[in-house]
């Protein structure tokens, strides 16, 4: 039974990062099932097509302009779920802010906003936010925050104190597995887990 488990795991894992890899189309997952599903609006082949997506207007924050085929799109920020950019970068749609995924394809999804400038007066300021699934709403990466999102998985919270001492140590990246650290210990407690 952990055999079978842990090659549903595998697969679990391996299917996503599949559709994820391709980094010659651009466009937009209008749903999360859109993400999931790796089915894009807007779609292009990067490597002979062009559009331009833009979700930072600087007078229209709420809006993503899309000029595909010589027309131009526009659509609420609340209705995009997600974009997909030519070099392969996903940024996910939430609140009316913009996400950028740092690992696509993992069961708990994580994200790395940047603020400020660089400038003397403004530094840049990296958050980590999660979300413990694609549907999910999206947080703060904490341990806190982790646990309760898992309320209920008691051996992944004892694997998260035993592994991590402090917040800033949830982004670590297990170059064995290919997959955050965190990822790599929650498909841990799921091993011998009836579901």
């Not at 039974?1 to 391996?14: E, Q």
């Amino acid at each position: 039974m952990r055999i079978i488990l842990i090659i549903l795991i595998g697969l679990f894992i391996a299917k996503p990062f599949s559709g994820f890899s391709q980094k010659d189309s651009s466009g937009i997952y209008f749903t999360v099932n859109d993400y999931l599903n790796h089915k894009l609006a807007f779609v292009i082949n990067c490597k002979n097509q062009k559009h331009k997506i833009k979700a930072d207007m600087i007078f229209h924050q709420k809006e993503i302009s899309i000029k595909h085929n010589d027309s131009t799109y526009n659509y609420p920020k609340d209705s995009v779920y997600g974009i997909r950019y030519c070099d392969g970068s996903v940024v996910r749609i939430f609140m009316n802010s913009e996400f950028p995924f740092i690992n696509t394809g993992e069961s708990i999804l994580i994200y790395k906003v940047e603020t400020g400038s660089g400038m003397k007066n403004n530094p840049v300021v990296i958050n980590y936010y999660f979300s413990k699934d694609a549907a999910s709403e999206i947080q703060k990466l904490t341990i806190n925050n982790l646990k309760m999102a898992f309320q209920n998985n008691h051996k992944f919270h004892d694997l998260i104190d035993m592994e991590f001492h402090s917040d800033n140590e949830l982004i670590k990246y297990d170059a064995f597995h290919k997959m955050t650290r965190i990822n790599k210990i929650y498909l841990n407690s799921l091993i011998g887990k009836e579901k």
